[in-house]
Every structure is written in structure tokens, then in C-alpha cells.
């Protein structure tokens, strides 16, 4: 099963490969840059993108470009490219039944492949997810983990299975390849984006402190929100707070229009996750992911015993 897997997926994981270890690379690359070019005391707010860099700036820029937009996607390009057509690409193709009459039964099949890919993709996502918090050391004793909560481990390698394993499922259950992809990537993103969105900064009651009283020690946590409490203790986001001032922000809001609120008796508070509660969130949301992950190879799994091919 090992050759024949290697056979079957070898482009798949050798573009795989190359994407997750070139990335790894230039992690490297800008962070023995920066080490390098940079004094320590101007490191950290180099990496955490707060300081001029000099000639490191442009790629620590395209970079935090790739946080936003690639990255996050990479494992939902796992499904894609490599989970979705396992089981797809073998019944449109037929090709499975020539695993079939060499005495392989269908489980074994399926355990033998979700295990060797499923032992690549953990390798990969590791090793990238390792170069990327050593470039992003530097920024941590000011600015704290949370910047780097998506490429962090062990978050990213289950995000990494989950993307995998959801193609998988939406190969099993579906059996057309195309229909298998667009289903791995639209699953992922409405699995991704609410836990960024909603979710994460749930997983512990946020703490609330006045703006004015940010500290560095907070600042290395995770701000959550921003909105204002009157006299009597009731909250409100920044238009409603207006609103009752008679404020028109319309031209938009600055610090005058903070001094303002203030001089109407509202107060600006920050609603934040503390820095402590980085590896507690990660262990969160990595259960998260492998549970999803489980369910996605169990349902893949009663599939294919279930359906006739």
C-alpha cells in the first residue's frame, strides 16, 4: 500500500512538500535576516511590524500580506488537491477495483492511505508551523503569541488534518471530483471562518479594563473589542454612544471624538483575552479540529462500506 499510495498521490505531495517547505524556508530566511541586521532592542517591534525594518521591511509586509489571505487557506488546499480526489478520483476512474481483487478490503484501503498521507501532511504543517514561530519570537515579549495564533502549533497541523480529512468525506459522499473540491473548500471556510470570527474569542469570558489603563502586560493579549459604558454602567459600541452625544460621524472618528465622548460622560473600555490564555486556546481549538477531523474519516469510512461502487 505504501508504493502504491506514493504512486497514485506522489505529484500531490511532492507539490504539497514544496509549497509548505519553501514557505518554511523564507521563514527562515527573514527571521536569520532580521536576527542578523537588527539590533535586539528594535527585533521585536520589527517582527510584530510596528518599526521601520530597513531593507526587511517589504517582506515582513508580504508576509503579513500571506497571513491574511494564503495561509489560512493552506489547509483547505490540503482538502482540495489531496483529500478530495482520494476516493473521487478512484470511483469516477475505477480504479479501485483493482485494489479491491488483490484482497485489500475497502477499510483497509482507506486506513492505509488516511494514515500515510495523513503522517506527511502532520510532517509538513509542523515544519512549517515551527519555522513560522521562530521567526515570530522576537515580537513575543512585547506583542505577545496571538498574532500568530493561526500559523501556531499545535492549531495548525489539526487545522492542516481537518482540511485533509474534510476532503475525504466530501469525496466519499459525493464520488465526482470536481463536486468533492468545491465541497472541501466551501466546508472549510464555513467551518474556519466562524470560529475566527465568533468562536475563538469565546472559549473564556473576555476581561474588560478602561482603554487609558492598556498596559504592556495587556498588550501582548488579544483585543477582542472596543465600546463605551456611561455614568450608570450600561455599554454601548461607538455609534450608539455617539448617537445619545449627539455626535455626527459621518467624516469618520478620531481621538477628538473619543475627548468628546469623554466630556459627555462615557468612557472608552477594551474588552481583551490575556496572554496567558494563548496555549489554553490552541489546546481549545486544536480538540476542535482533531474531533472534527474523526468524525470527517468516520463518516468517509461508513461511506464507502455503506455504498455500492
Not at 48 to 75: A, I, V
Not at 77 to 100: D, H, I, K, N
Not at 132 to 137: A, D, G, K, Q, T
Not at 283 to 299: D, M, N
Request: charged share 15%; proline share 4%; hydrophobic share 50%.
Amino acid at each position: 500500500m505504501i508504493w502504491l499510495t506514493w504512486r497514485q498521490h506522489r505529484v500531490a505531495v511532492l507539490s504539497t512538500a514544496a509549497v509548505f517547505l519553501g514557505l518554511a524556508a523564507w521563514f527562515l530566511l527573514i527571521g536569520s535576516g532580521t536576527r542578523g541586521s537588527l539590533a535586539p532592542s528594535a527585533l521585536s517591534d520589527c517582527v510584530g511590524l510596528r518599526f521601520d525594518c530597513g531593507e526587511w521591511q517589504s517582506s515582513l509586509m508580504r508576509l503579513r500580506d500571506l497571513e491574511q489571505t494564503l495561509l489560512p487557506l493552506l489547509p483547505a488546499l490540503l482538502g482540495v488537491f489531496l483529500g478530495a480526489p482520494m476516493l473521487s478520483r478512484e470511483t469516477e476512474q475505477r480504479t479501485f477495483r483493482y485494489t479491491w481483487t488483490q484482497g485489500i478490503t475497502r477499510g483497509h484501503w482507506l486506513k492505509s492511505k488516511v494514515f500515510l498521507l495523513g503522517a506527511v501532511i502532520v510532517l509538513l504543517s509542523t515544519a512549517f508551523s515551527g519555522a513560522y514561530m521562530w521567526l515570530f519570537v522576537p515580537a513575543v515579549p512585547d506583542w505577545g503569541w496571538f498574532d500568530a495564533f493561526n500559523q501556531a502549533m499545535p492549531v495548525f497541523p489539526a487545522m492542516c488534518l481537518f482540511g485533509f480529512a474534510l476532503g475525504i468525506a466530501a469525496g466519499a459522499l459525493t464520488r465526482k471530483l470536481l463536486v468533492s473540491m468545491a465541497l472541501a473548500l466551501g466546508g472549510f471556510l464555513a467551518v474556519f471562518l466562524p470560529i475566527v470570527i465568533w468562536i475563538r474569542a469565546a472559549y473564556q469570558a473576555p476581561l474588560s479594563i478602561p482603554a487609558d489603563a492598556y498596559t504592556a502586560e495587556a498588550r501582548k493579549g488579544w483585543v477582542v473589542d472596543f465600546y463605551f459604558r456611561d455614568a450608570a454602567g450600561s455599554s454601548y459600541d461607538i455609534w450608539e454612544a455617539s448617537r445619545q452625544a449627539g455626535m455626527d460621524l459621518s467624516g469618520g472618528f478620531g481621538s477628538k471624538d473619543i475627548e468628546q465622548l469623554n466630556q459627555a460622560g462615557f468612557t472608552e473600555y477594551m474588552s481583551f483575552q490575556p496572554a496567558d490564555r494563548f496555549w489554553t486556546f490552541q489546546l481549545i481549538e486544536t480538540g476542535i479540529y482533531l474531533w472534527l477531523t474523526a468524525g470527517c474519516i468516520a463518516l468517509a469510512y461508513w461511506l464507502l462500506r455503506r455504498k455500492t461502487l
